[in-house]
């Protein structure tokens, strides 16, 4: 069965640090597609990244990057040089491509970028 | 419309009371699910619509709760004899095309029920 564990409940970081939220998830399938979401205090979850399970290279988009490792389960998130506007709840996620595309979230990890 | 949008933003409902909560994924999108939101319990699933059809009932909480989805378009979570425990932001997301493709939320529906 499907299974994603954000570990990590509340992080508090100074603005400029860098912060890695952690996600480990649980499949049997061989495709599945993991995501990262961020939810703002605004409350409208965002889209971050989609990664496939056959594409382990790691992603980078401005401050943000992703590091996808499968022999550990592992889609963790860094933030570089983080922004107050980087403080929200992000979201890890997994869907499992070739059955029920049912996507499950984490419990989401609260991020908070002190000034 | 440019994005999902989902009504009403708020209910507040006495208990035993029924309730109908609405979506209205972005147009073309074929896939839509409905999640449920407690406080520090990040995003439950709930249902999922592949078109009309619903492949995965699973996540319903109990058979208070029922969904449907016609012509392809519009979604309702319906929620029987409403509980205090049902109190939650219900939120619905849009796919265009099954769990591929990047979802798409609406704001929510903030649901109290007293």
């Known amino acids: 069965a499907q299974k994603v564990t954000q570990a990590q409940t509340e992080i508090s970081v100074v603005e400029k640090e860098d912060v890695t939220l952690d996600c480990v998830y649980e499949?049997?399938?061989?495709?599945?597609?993991l995501f990262w979401y961020k939810q703002p205090p605004s409350g409208e979850l965002v889209f971050l990244i989609r990664?496939?399970?056959?594409?382990?290279q790691n992603e980078i988009s401005g401050r943000y990057s992703w590091n996808f490792q499968k022999s550990t389960s592992s889609f963790n998130f860094t933030i570089t040089a983080s922004q107050v506007v980087d403080s929200a709840v992000y979201f890890c996620?997994?869907?499992?491509?070739?059955?029920?595309?049912?996507?499950?979230f984490g419990k989401g990890t609260r991020l908070h970028i002190l000034p | 419309g440019a994005g999902v949008s989902q009504s009403p933003s708020n209910k507040v409902t006495e208990k035993g009371k029924d309730v109908e909560l609405r979506c209205d994924p972005i147009?073309?999108?074929?896939?839509l699910y409905w999640y449920r939101q407690s406080l520090g319990q990040g995003l439950e699933f709930l249902i999922y619509?592949?078109?009309?059809?619903?492949?995965?009932k699973s996540g319903l909480p109990s058979d208070r709760f029922s969904a449907e989805r016609t012509g392809g378009s519009v979604s309702t979570l319906t929620i029987q004899r409403t509980q205090q425990e049902d109190s939650a932001v219900y939120l619905c997301?849009?796919?265009?095309?099954?769990?591929?493709?990047?979802?798409?939320f609406g704001n929510g529906t903030r649901l109290t029920v007293t």
């Open positions: 997301a849009s796919s265009l095309n099954r769990g591929l493709h990047s979802l798409h």
């Open positions: 499949t049997r399938d061989t495709t599945y597609y």
């Open positions: 990664r496939n399970s056959f594409d382990e």
């Open positions: 996620a997994l869907s499992e491509a070739y059955r029920d595309d049912k996507i499950i």
């Open positions: 147009s073309g999108h074929t896939a």
């Open positions: 619509f592949q078109g009309n059809s619903a492949p995965d």
